[in-house]
C-alpha cells in the first residue's frame, strides 16, 4: 500500500512537473481556440424557432350513437398526414409561396431543397400524462427561420395544412367507406334475391312436398282414408242393392205365372229368408244412425222408409206363398199382366240406376285411392325435400345473414359520413398559436463557446505531451541513475548570480502577466458569448 501512493505521488509530481515546465504549450493553445471558436459562433447566421400546438379533439357525439368509420389511431393519423404535407411538392409550393433559400436555389436542385426544409421542420408529439401513455392526445409543429416573422408564418402555414388535411383525409376516408359498403350491399342484394328465386322456385316445382305441407298432407290423407272408407261402404252396400234387385225382378217375372198381383212397392224379395236378413240390415243401419243422429236425420228417414217397403214386401211374399183356388189367377188377365210388366220395368229401372251407382263408387274408390297413393308418395318424398330445402335455406340464411350485416354497417357509415361533413367527428384544434419567437434558437453560442474552451484544453494537452515526448533531457537524480551504471560521487546545484535571479525573476512576472491577460481575454469572450445567446 506505500508503494502504491509512493507510485501515485510520483506519477502525479510528474504530471505537475510537465505542466509547469510546458505551461505556455498547454495555456496559448487553449486559450487561441477558445477565443477562435466564440468569435466564429458570433459569425454564424441567427435562426428562429416558432412552434404551435395542435390539440386532438374527441368526436361529438357519443360513440354509442354513431361509430366513427374512419381511422381513429392518432399516431397513424399523424403518420400519414405528415407525409402528405411534408412531400416534394408541396414543400416546393411553400419554398415558392414565402420566397424560402434565395441563396441556395442557385446552387440546389428541387428535391435538395426539399429536404432542406424537412430538417426546418419539427413535429413531436405530446403524450398523455397518466396510465396510459399510449393514448395521444396533442402533438407540435415547429419551424425554423431565419426571422421570427417568417418562422411564425412557416409554423401558421403548416398547421393549417393539418388542420385541413386531416378533415380533407377523414371525410374522404369515411365516403370511400360508405361507397364500398353501398357497392357490396348491392352485390349481396343480387345475391340473395337469386337465392330467393332458387328457393321460391323449389317450392313451386316441389309444392305438396314441402316439410311445412307435412300436417297438411297427414290431415287431407287421414280425411281420404275415412272417405275411401265411406266409398267402399256405399259400394257394397251397392252390390247388395243389387242382388236385392235382382231377386226382386225375377220374382215379379214369377208373378203373372203364380196369379198375383204385383205389389205398388218398389222392391219385393225372392225368397222370405232374403227380406229378413234386409230388414235386419236395415233396422241395424237405423240403430247405428239414431246412435249419432236424430230421428230426422235424411239418412234416418230414408232408411225408415226402406224398412216400410221391406216389411210390405215381407207380407206380400208371404201372401204370394199360399195356395191358390181360384181358376181366375191362372189365367193371363190383361190386368194382371199390365201389372206385372210395370213392376218388372220400374225394378229395372232401380237395377240401371244401381248399376250407375256402383261404377260411380268405383270410379270414386279409384279416384281416392290414386289421391291416397299421391299424398302418400308426397309423404315419402317429405324428408328428401326437406334436406334438400334446408340445404337451399342454408345458403339464404347466409346472404340473409350477410346482407342484414352490410345494410347495417352501410347504415352506421352513412351516419359517421355525415358526422364528418358536419365536422362533428375527430379533428385538430389549435391550442397554442404558432410563437413570435423573440431569441434564436440557434446558433447556441454558449455551447459552442464551451465546446471551444474544452477543444483548447484538449489541444493544449495534446501539444504539451507531445513536445514532452520529445526532449530527452535528464532533471532529477533517478533519470540519470536509470542511464548511467557508475555510482553518483557528487551532485552541484545551479548557482545563480544576483543578475540571472533578478532576470528570472523579471520573467516569471511577465509569464504571470501574459497568463492573467489570456485568462481575462478567454473569460470575456465567454461572458461576452453568454450574453449573446
Not at 307 to 322: D, G, V
Not at 323 to 329: A, K, L, S
Not at 428 to 456: R, T, Y
Request: glycine share 4%.
Amino acid at each position: 500500500m506505500p508503494d502504491h501512493e509512493e507510485s501515485l505521488d510520483a506519477t502525479l509530481n510528474r504530471l505537475l512537473g510537465v505542466a509547469v515546465r510546458r505551461r505556455w504549450w498547454l495555456v496559448l493553445p487553449a486559450s487561441v481556440v477558445a477565443v477562435a471558436v466564440c468569435l466564429i459562433s458570433l459569425l454564424l447566421p441567427a435562426r428562429y424557432e416558432s412552434e404551435a400546438t395542435i390539440l386532438v379533439e374527441r368526436q361529438q357525439v357519443p360513440e354509442r350513437y354513431v361509430t366513427a368509420n374512419t381511422t381513429t389511431d392518432v399516431r397513424e393519423v399523424l403518420l400519414e398526414m405528415t407525409d402528405a404535407i411534408l412531400s416534394r411538392t408541396q414543400l416546393l409550393r411553400i419554398i415558392d409561396e414565402f420566397d424560402l433559400y434565395p441563396k441556395e436555389k442557385l446552387r440546389m436542385a428541387p428535391e435538395q431543397l426539399a429536404e432542406l426544409m424537412r430538417t426546418d421542420i419539427k413535429i413531436e408529439p405530446l403524450q398523455r400524462k397518466g396510465p396510459d401513455t399510449k393514448d395521444l392526445d396533442a402533438f407540435t409543429i415547429a419551424f425554423t427561420g431565419t426571422s421570427p416573422r417568417l418562422a411564425q408564418k412557416i409554423t401558421t402555414k403548416l398547421t393549417t395544412l393539418f388542420i385541413q388535411e386531416n378533415l380533407r383525409s377523414r371525410e374522404e376516408q369515411s365516403t370511400e367507406t360508405t361507397n364500398f359498403l353501398t357497392h357490396e350491399l348491392e352485390v349481396a342484394g343480387a345475391e340473395l334475391k337469386q337465392q330467393e328465386a332458387r328457393v321460391r322456385q323449389f317450392k313451386m316445382q316441389n309444392l305438396g312436398q314441402l316439410p311445412e305441407q307435412q300436417q297438411g298432407n297427414l290431415a287431407i290423407l287421414a280425411g281420404l282414408h275415412t272417405e275411401l272408407q265411406n266409398t267402399m261402404a256405399t259400394l257394397s252396400r251397392a252390390r247388395e242393392q243389387q242382388v236385392y234387385l235382382q231377386s226382386m225382378l225375377s220374382q215379379y217375372q214369377n208373378l203373372p205365372a203364380a196369379g198375383v198381383t204385383a205389389p205398388t212397392t218398389a222392391a219385393l224379395p225372392a225368397t222370405d229368408e232374403a227380406i229378413k236378413a234386409e230388414l235386419v240390415r236395415l233396422r241395424n243401419q237405423k240403430t247405428d244412425l239414431l246412435s249419432r243422429y236424430t230421428p230426422e236425420y235424411p239418412d234416418v228417414v230414408k232408411v225408415d222408409e226402406q224398412i216400410k217397403e221391406t216389411e210390405a214386401l215381407l207380407a206380400a211374399s208371404n201372401k204370394a206363398a199360399q195356395p191358390t183356388t181360384t181358376g181366375g189367377t191362372l189365367g193371363g188377365d190383361s190386368p194382371r199382366s199390365a201389372d206385372a210388366n210395370a213392376s218388372t220395368a220400374q225394378v229395372k229401372s232401380q237395377l240401371e240406376a244401381n248399376r250407375l251407382e256402383m261404377q260411380n263408387a268405383a270410379e270414386d274408390a279409384k279416384r281416392i285411392e290414386a289421391r291416397i297413393a299421391e299424398y302418400q308418395g308426397r309423404l315419402n318424398l317429405t324428408p328428401v325435400r326437406e334436406a334438400e330445402l334446408a340445404e337451399l335455406s342454408r345458403g339464404y340464411d347466409q346472404s340473409k345473414q350477410h346482407y342484414d350485416d352490410l345494410f347495417n354497417k352501410k347504415s352506421q357509415s352513412e351516419l359517421a359520413t355525415s358526422l364528418e361533413r358536419h365536422q362533428e367527428g375527430q379533428r385538430f384544434d389549435i391550442i397554442d398559436q404558432p410563437s413570435l419567437p423573440m431569441k434564436p434558437s440557434s446558433p447556441n453560442h454558449v455551447k459552442i463557446g464551451l465546446a471551444g474552451l474544452v477543444a483548447g484544453i484538449a489541444v493544449g494537452l495534446a501539444l504539451t505531451f507531445l513536445v514532452e515526448s520529445r526532449d530527452h533531457s535528464l532533471r532529477n537524480e533517478k533519470e540519470l541513475r536509470s542511464i548511467f551504471a557508475f555510482p553518483l560521487m557528487i551532485g552541484v546545484p545551479v548557482l545563480l548570480s544576483k543578475a540571472e535571479q533578478q532576470k528570472r525573476s523579471r520573467a516569471t512576472l511577465l509569464e504571470w502577466a501574459a497568463g492573467a491577460a489570456l485568462c481575462l481575454l478567454v473569460c470575456a469572450t465567454e461572458l461576452y458569448v453568454f450574453r449573446r445567446g
